[in-house]
């Protein structure tokens, strides 16, 4: 091994003890959704927004608040409701009579980490309020243009569209998100253990940070250092065309979600030590990356398919680079 290799893999140890850190301080509050936690985590660090999607009642608010207060930056939390004004997210310009001038006031976007709560609960208006902040991390209020802090991270929760109350999210919306993922109920043992921890009440809140903002853009760093094969690049693309000409799926793969996949898989291989992505990376962020991305024809929708079964039959018929890491 060389120099440079040998300082690339205590780096990329020095990332995974910062990785395992967070995960076991917000396993404090979220029993047995350890997965959950770690792909999160994989958001994070390869500078990705994460919508956490299920039913009422089952952590999707109290991982995202564990998550935010892991970290020793600053947080905001805003409320989506119908009301909700787009200038309550980015912040408006007011007059300030004294000094005769317009003074910007920031809205609740400008944190290193933004709770999105219950975001399919606001108008279409307002959830159009998020795009420009989370592709560019900036907002345009008036014409002039605000730069958000960095590292900077989207983390929403939403409830299943059938339920009442809900404005479901439009395809562009849904593809700035790096990852949806789902927290499921707790099993018998976990729900039990939950039940012991929080009977006094206590929750996320009770959380004291482990990382800082600083820590994090270190682990982004290294994140984006994790090399990808030429084979697995095309694996990447083979998969992509693969969605594309699925008969099932009348929107398969943009040249946005390919890169999204790369970015996780960097992400995932960092989180388990590896300096290098492998072809089970990738296979494991298939998933969550892209299944939020992916429309179906009518024909399908009609006939019941799901989009994680198509996934499944895509990853089955696209052959898998050989070697270590699809050299």
């Known amino acids: 091994m060389s120099r440079q290799e040998a300082m690339a893999a205590r ?7 910062l990785f395992e850190a967070i995960v076991s301080n917000v396993d404090r509050i979220i029993q047995g959704k350890e997965q959950a936690i770690r792909l999160a985590l994989v958001g994070m660090v390869s500078e990705g927004h994460l919508l956490i999607e299920d039913v009422p009642g089952v952590g ?20 989506f409701t119908p009301d909700l004004l787009p200038s309550d997210v980015t912040g408006v310009t007011v007059y300030n009579r004294q000094s005769a001038t317009f003074t910007f006031r920031p809205g609740g976007i400008f944190a290193n980490l933004v709770l999105a709560d219950e975001i399919n609960r606001a108008s279409p208006k307002t959830q159009a309020a998020l795009l420009e902040a989370m592709e560019e991390r900036q907002v345009t209020v008036d014409t002039t243009t605000h730069k958000l802090p960095s590292p900077f991270m989207v983390i929403a929760t939403q409830n299943p569209v059938e339920h009442e109350g809900t404005y479901p999210l ?4 849904l593809d700035r998100f790096l990852l949806r993922i789902r927290m499921g109920y707790p099993d018998r043992s976990a729900e039990i253990a939950m039940l012991d ?7 996320a809140d009770s959380l004291g940070p482990v990382v800082g903002p600083s820590d994090i853009q270190t682990m982004i760093e290294v994140t984006k250092g994790i090399h990808v094969a030429p084979a697995l690049k095309g694996y990447i693309v083979d998969l992509a065309t693969a969605t594309r000409r699925h008969p099932a799926l009348a929107l398969g793969m943009s040249p946005r979600a390919a890169l999204a996949l790369q970015r996780a898989s960097r992400g995932l291989a960092a989180s388990l030590s590896r300096e290098y992505v492998v072809p089970d990376d990738i296979k494991a962020m298939v998933v969550p990356v892209l299944e939020h991305r992916l429309a179906l024809t009518a024909d399908a929708q009609l006939g019941g398919s799901r989009r994680g079964d198509i996934l499944a039959e895509v990853l089955a018929s696209v052959p898998i680079p050989a070697g270590r890491a699809g050299a």
């Open 170 to 173: 439009p395809e562009s919306q």
């Open 197 to 203: 921890a929080h009977a006094d009440g206590s929750g």
């Open 11 to 17: 780096t990329v140890a020095s990332f995974a003890d």
């Open 60 to 79: 999707k608010t109290s991982l995202a608040k564990a998550l935010a207060r892991s970290i020793h930056g600053e947080w905001h939390r805003i409320q």
